[in-house]
């Protein structure tokens, strides 16, 4: 089959690794992939690594960031309808080059990775071509995400229904989609996750010392992924205790932990945004998921495939990545990590980094790679 795929960026974080590792596994079954991004970037570089065709067209994208405390109304009702202009404008433009686009290439199906920039759903379905939608963001969650859309709900609903299949990584994501937008067309696919570990000799080496723990949190700097609530409770623990700190995120929020981090250098550092994974989880023993209405949690199983301790806090679809007290553990508030770690023996809480381990294979690409063709086929 021919699969085009199109991307809404060409940054390279959890979306756009989820759908090479998964196209990668396609590419061995024998399908074509042709991938269609915004611009070039880091997935532009990693896809022309691996040999894939890459098409350049512009893609709008129909969110906005939320308007911040203190900001004014007006401004920010302007910007929003500067953002609609704009969002109409690139449609308008870009519309026809991306149908005559498939209608040369000819795809069987074309994948859109996000639902946040619509615009080749809008194509392929004028087309008359099948198309997978590839929800992964909880648009108009006030509870989590805070990513407010430039249009309506019903507009949002409209688009959406478009798609031929939707799939998501978790049982959350579907819901979500479901009870917001009445999607009822909605199946759960886990995001592969590679299960290639370049140098194991780290892996599962030593067990846990409890006594001067290191903790890890990876993913963008933001509210809703908690950072700054974690290290402020670890530096109530024990003084042996250290925290790393991977990624970039919004300027106000980062200041924060610049803030805490230059008052406490030797237990809190933050390392920015990193690229090598064996890296990231080489640094630390712990990681821990603050991430509210995570609709995966890639980092999580990341974690468990290097044989890391995880804890993840009991929102979205976290629950259904850990396995309490088998693979790792849950939490609603930060003191329970700590009352965790404090209550259990190193041999115990080795034994379920290394349940999380096994677990983790479940998510190699080629199991997924075989669910997801046998979702095109039974369509």
Same mark, same amino acid.
């Given at each position: 089959m021919k699969f085009i795929v199109y991307s809404h960026t060409a940054t390279f974080y959890g979306a756009p690794k989820s759908m090479i590792e998964l196209t990668n596994e396609l590419v061995k079954l024998g399908h074509e992939i042709i991938y269609i991004l915004p611009e070039k970037g880091l997935f532009d570089t990693e896809l022309k690594n691996k040999g894939y065709e890459v098409f350049y067209m512009r893609n709008p994208i129909w969110v906005c960031a939320q308007r911040l405390k203190g900001y004014s109304k007006y401004y920010y009702l302007k910007h929003r309808i500067k953002l609609v202009f704009s969002f109409l404008k690139t449609l308008m433009f870009s519309y026809k080059q991306h149908k005559k686009f498939l209608k040369e290439n000819k795809p069987d199906w074309v994948i859109i990775n996000t639902s946040v920039a619509p615009i080749g759903l809008l194509a392929a379905s004028a087309c008359g071509l099948n198309t997978v939608l590839w929800v992964r963001e909880p648009i108009l969650n006030k509870n989590g995400w805070l990513v407010p859309a430039i249009f309506p709900k019903f507009v949002l609903s409209a688009v959406f229904k478009l798609s031929s299949i939707t799939i998501g990584p978790s049982e959350f994501i579907i819901e979500y989609f479901r009870n917001k937008f009445n999607i009822n067309n909605g199946i759960k696919l886990f995001n592969p996750i590679s299960t290639e570990i370049k140098n194991s000799s780290f892996v599962n080496s030593k067990k846990l010392d409890l006594s001067s723990i290191k903790f890890g949190l990876v993913g963008s700097l933001s509210y809703r992924k908690g950072q700054v609530d974690f290290v402020k409770e670890m530096l109530n623990q024990d003084e042996q205790y250290k925290v790393y700190i991977f990624g970039n995120g919004s300027k106000g929020y980062q200041e924060k932990l610049e803030i805490i981090a230059n008052d406490k250098p030797c237990r809190v550092f933050l390392m920015n945004f990193e690229s090598d994974i064996e890296k990231i989880y080489q640094t630390f023993d712990?990681?821990?998921?603050?991430?509210? #209405?995570?609709?995966?949690g890639r980092t999580t199983i990341e974690a468990m495939r290097y044989g890391k301790l995880v804890f993840g806090k009991r929102s979205g679809a976290t629950p259904e990545l850990i396995k309490h007290g088998e693979t790792g553990f849950l939490f609603d508030n930060v003191i329970?990590?700590?009352?965790?770690?404090?209550?259990?023996?190193? #041999?115990y809480l080795s034994l379920i980094a290394h349940k999380g381990q096994i677990e983790s294979s479940k998510y190699d690409p080629v199991i997924i790679a075989n669910e997801f063709m046998k979702i095109i086929h039974e369509y």
């Open positions: 712990v990681y821990i998921n603050m991430g509210i #209405d995570e609709t995966f329970e990590i700590f009352n965790i770690l404090n209550s259990n023996n190193r #041999d």
